[in-house]
């Protein structure tokens, strides 16, 4: 290691949704630099001593390349900035066969909530596991058609209505598969969810291939399926008031809905972002009472469950940790 020049000998590209902690790595480790020295060249002082804050300019002359190409690869150097929420709150690792092209080390990239799948490769990178690398969907293509249908329901109804009913529709599907119910007529849910499993986490291996990851693969063509129903803001029909009754889910894009059963109460509201300390604090409280065998019957006698969206996600959340995760190992 040397005098850092003005400008690096051998310049890569940012990977799409990388962040800048981890260019920099791949940067001082193909020039044989330090990452502490990189880092104070392309940032300046923030308003604490301890924190920095990336410059554009800086790091387009340390490159080579273009400020506007650099953003538009990094999230953290776009000016406005992007909408934080919508993305995950940790960097994981991608597609291997995506990574692949960009040398240096392991690239670490911040996903959207709804980019479960890589589409172009087939590998799954949903919610992240530590240091679990992203399993291969060679076998279950139903699964990388479901991103597709994925991605039209964020555009349509945008991603914090897609995010929670996903999530809640996760929760429909867990239950299901953790209590099935012989005269629902849903075996063919319970074969297509066992058959994943075992596809993904093979018997006996569980112990060095179980994830809590791979459950939401199992259970994500099906959530995707109901989501279009619990995302539209018109679910039950206003013209008929007066005592609730239960009907079963019809929906012009989701025909292997058919077997589920939801209320149909639910009125016409406005979506409201998440809050996501709330959502945490709710999460967190929705496990311990599932622990302790109380969640379902306060999640059955609170009156304002349809309004809380933030509570119906922590227990989707909670519901598919705790009881599809147990039970896959069992």
């Known amino acids: 290691m040397g005098a850092l020049p003005r400008r690096l000998p051998i310049s890569v590209p940012p990977a799409p949704h990388e962040i800048v902690a981890s260019y920099l790595a791949r940067l001082a480790t193909l020039n044989s630099h330090d990452g502490d020295q990189l880092w104070r060249r392309i940032s300046t002082p923030g308003p604490t001593p301890a924190r920095r804050i990336v410059n554009a300019d800086r790091l387009a002359a340390l490159t080579g390349r ?22 995950r709150h940790a960097p994981q690792i991608g597609c291997p066969r995506c990574d692949a092209h960009h040398r240096g080390g392991a690239v670490l990239r911040i996903l959207a909530h709804h980019r479960y799948v890589c589409i172009r490769h087939g590998y799954w990178i949903g919610p992240p596991d530590v240091n679990r690398p992203c399993p291969s969907l060679e076998y279950c293509p139903e699964v990388v058609a479901a991103q597709h249908r994925h991605l039209r329901l964020v555009q349509r109804y945008g991603w914090a209505a897609a995010y929670d ?33 075992f596809i ?27 989501a279009p129903v619990i995302a539209s803001p018109r679910v039950a029909s206003p013209r008929r008031r007066g005592r609730p009754r239960t009907r079963s889910v019809r929906h012009r894009s989701s025909s292997a809905a058919k077997g589920f059963r939801i209320p149909a109460t639910r009125r016409t509201r406005p979506h409201r972002p998440l809050d996501r300390k709330r959502l945490l604090a709710l ?4 496990i311990d009472e599932l622990r302790q065998g109380t969640g379902q019957s306060q999640a059955e006698s609170a009156p304002d469950l349809q309004q809380q969206p933030q509570r119906r996600t922590a ?14 190992l069992r």
């Not at 429909?172 to 953790?178: F, L, S, T």
């Not at 993904?200 to 109901?226: G, M, N, Q, R, W």
């Not at 989707?316 to 896959?328: E, F, I, K």
């Open 66 to 87: 273009p400020a506007s190409h650099l953003a538009g690869a990094l999230p953290e150097l776009r000016d406005p900035a992007p909408d934080w929420q919508m993305f």
């Open 165 to 197: 009913a996903v999530l809640t529709a996760l929760m429909i599907c867990a239950h299901r598969w953790g209590h099935p119910d012989p005269t629902s007529g849903e075996e063919l849910h319970q074969v297509l969810w066992t058959t994943r499993s």
């Open 200 to 226: 993904l986490i093979p018997k006996d291996s569980e112990l060095h291939t179980f994830s809590a990851s791979k459950l939401f693969a199992c259970l994500y063509p099906e959530a995707v399926t109901l």
């Open 283 to 286: 999460t967190r409280n929705a």
């Open 315 to 328: 227990l989707a959340l909670s519901c598919l940790v705790l009881t599809q995760g147990p039970a896959r």
